[in-house]
């Protein structure tokens, strides 16, 4: 059965949403390619085939991974063969510019391992029934030097250097170690191997995507449509989301911290968070985009319905939305989870057992800063006990929206 | 039977006798690790391993070549083990630089028969029977893209920058591919491979050369001795010797030639050649550079005869002296080669013919400039008869040292 494409002009809306190519000139070129490729996929009756790649360390995705993921799902649904490439050859061969410390390598079978767990966690946005899951070592450990010799002059030592990250740090005189420029060979071998029809990758992969389109010139292939997203800003507005800043929304958040971490965010995101991050159509996201102006907080409050419902389930929205409430006006939600206290325990050993804190120094740093409170009173001492023996329950708030109940 | 070595200072004498490591501090560090790995060698009597590479591309040697190869041959001479390792894997990959061409790459086979030509030559200077050949496809073609990685986190992108051919193009904006970094790795992959006490070569490649002391190192081997030579100046007394620039003494030429252009030689270069192309020993070297001020002449005359007999035979030695002395007078010397002239061909044809010319365009010009004589008058017009019909023999002579006798 041949597959039925919608209409081209449709397919280009959705999947140019949110893509900024650099330029405004590669961004026409490749808007361009697009629809030309989504014509011929249409008279030929051939899906796409689209990849991205994704490093098997990462663990607990926050909205910041979903973006690719987004994009590749607008090609699944409209019919499109999606490869998720999980860059397992990074792992085998380790890190080399981690000298020091000269850890083993990982196996394959630890790889492939923590790549199922993130490509579970992947599952969350992709159809997993007709998503292709496939791993760069398959191809990458045979190469020979000879090969990498080959694609390596393709490209000036001026082209790795102009790169943005390079640059900077070339600038800096701080050290770029050269098997770094290899990245973008691996990638570029990745796009030649699957023979793909478009790449999607982060703004700050572009000159490795393009390094792919090099490669499969050269190897007389049609090169790939690259197609990039902006990078996203965390909570607070400003610099890309990720674990180690701490600016994240977790998919693993509960529902209320969800919910009120959008609330939170600073305005100028939002466009962004909408283009980026929801399953909105376009005839939504035009009238939604109308809003800004006048109506931000009930954007904001459809941004943060449309994140839970499609992290946790339409049925917890109504109760996130609750949660937060609470939480804004300093009461505990309904999903607070319960620690149990044992005799006399220090509030900070709680807290750490609990997960709350890494370490009780940390702790103590954020009780200086009144960042603890104990039924709703900012603590000043970080050695009280969690509870008195005569007290009852109490409960314990972090931040905004981390709430613990403790219990005896 | 463990072999004898003589004392150890007069191996160091002989060993560092025109090495240039760069700057003194490498320079004195080097000489104290080879009289260190002398010793260890005299006290186990294992002989020291000594390696140098040589590109298999190269045709017709000249005095440049045998900077190396006199090097090896001292240390053969003092009973060590000398390999004589050729770049097949270059070969085999192809320059990757030439890209217009596309040309195809070498077959091994064509490689290794080019290497065979290049090591018979070198046996001129080298002792055939007590040389270890090898070929360095042999272990490089089997290195995956995880090898290349691996060794290429080794160095930092500005370490490559930093030598002065790299800088020099990097300061003026020329390009620099990539693969131009992946010869170093593969310098360094050989003498880990081959596990050398001592790796030879040209000032230009002492970074090559360090680039295996880091190998060597980071796999837990002990780092070899790095030993590199001034780079030869050619009859010019300035420029690099090659075969581009035209200023070489070429072990094929004749033994007249090679007198005549030892005499001609800048009296500034003397000292550098009687330390790099001789077989004198130290004692005669001091004294030679004892009468560099007073009596240059009569250097240049034994540097020259010491050069005749080293390539052809001391039996020539004496003719050598007369053919140039012949040369020098405008005379045709005794060794001067016939040709045999058809009809009324041209004097540019016949010059182009006896590859005297490389091209009747260079010819012309080269009688433009008054270099070409006929039975010793300067020629004027280049497009004369070769032979005209009622003379007999003559005598053209191209430059001071190239005659050839036209005969019917």
Redesign the interface.
């Given at each position: 059965m041949t597959p039925q494409f919608r209409p081209i002009a449709d397919q280009v809306e959705i999947l140019m949403r949110g893509v900024d190519c650099g330029d405004m000139q590669t961004q026409a070129a490749m808007q361009e390619e697009l629809t030309e490729r989504l014509a011929q996929s249409r008279d030929a009756g051939r899906p796409l085939r689209v990849y991205c790649g994704f490093d098997p360390s990462r663990a607990d995705l926050h909205l910041g991974h979903t973006v690719p993921l987004r994009k590749l799902r607008q090609f699944q649904d409209l019919g499109h063969e999606v490869v998720f490439l999980i860059g397992t050859?990074t792992g085998?061969?380790g890190d080399?510019?981690d000298?020091d410390s000269a850890r083993a390598q990982q196996t394959l079978d630890d790889s492939m391992q923590k790549a199922e767990t993130f490509a579970t966690q992947a599952f969350r946005v992709l159809d997993r029934q007709t998503t292709r899951v496939d791993y760069n070592h398959r191809w990458?450990?045979?190469?020979?030097?000879?090969?990498?010799?080959?694609v390596?002059?393709l490209?000036?030592?001026?082209q790795?250097?102009g790169r943005q990250n390079?640059r900077m740090r070339?600038e800096k005189?701080d050290?770029?170690?050269?098997?770094e420029?290899?990245y973008a060979l691996?990638q570029a071998f990745d796009a030649y191997v699957l023979e793909t029809d478009v790449q999607i990758g982060g703004t700050d992969q572009l000159f490795n995507l393009m390094a792919g389109r090099k490669l499969m010139h050269a190897k007389g292939l049609r090169p790939q449509t690259v197609l990039t997203y902006p990078i996203l800003p965390g909570t607070d507005g400003v610099k890309r989301m990720s674990k180690s800043t701490g600016n994240t929304i977790d998919l693993e958040d509960s529902p209320g911290q969800m919910f009120t971490k959008v609330l939170n965010l600073p305005d100028t995101v939002i466009p962004l968070y909408c283009d980026l991050l929801t399953r909105w159509d376009s005839c939504r996201l035009t009238h939604v985009h109308a809003r800004f102006a006048d109506d931000m907080p009930a954007v904001k409050r459809e941004l943060a319905r449309e994140i839970v419902s499609a992290y946790h389930d339409d049925s917890q929205v109504a109760r996130a939305e609750r949660d937060a409430a609470d939480m804004f006006s300093g009461s505990m939600p309904s999903d607070t989870p319960e620690f149990k206290v044992v005799g006399s325990a220090g509030l900070l050993d709680v807290l750490q057992a609990a997960g709350l804190i890494e370490s009780k120094g940390k702790g103590r740093r954020l009780v200086q800063q009144g960042g603890v409170k104990l039924d709703g009173k900012t603590v000043t001492d970080p050695f009280i006990t969690a509870l008195e023996p005569k007290t009852g329950d109490r409960v314990v708030q972090i931040g905004k929206t981390r709430f613990l109940r403790l219990v005896r």
């Open positions: 050859f085998i061969i080399p510019s000298k990458l450990k045979d190469l020979t030097f000879a090969d990498v010799i080959n390596a002059s490209f000036t030592v001026q790795f250097l390079f070339f005189g050290p770029i170690w050269l098997h420029f290899f691996m």
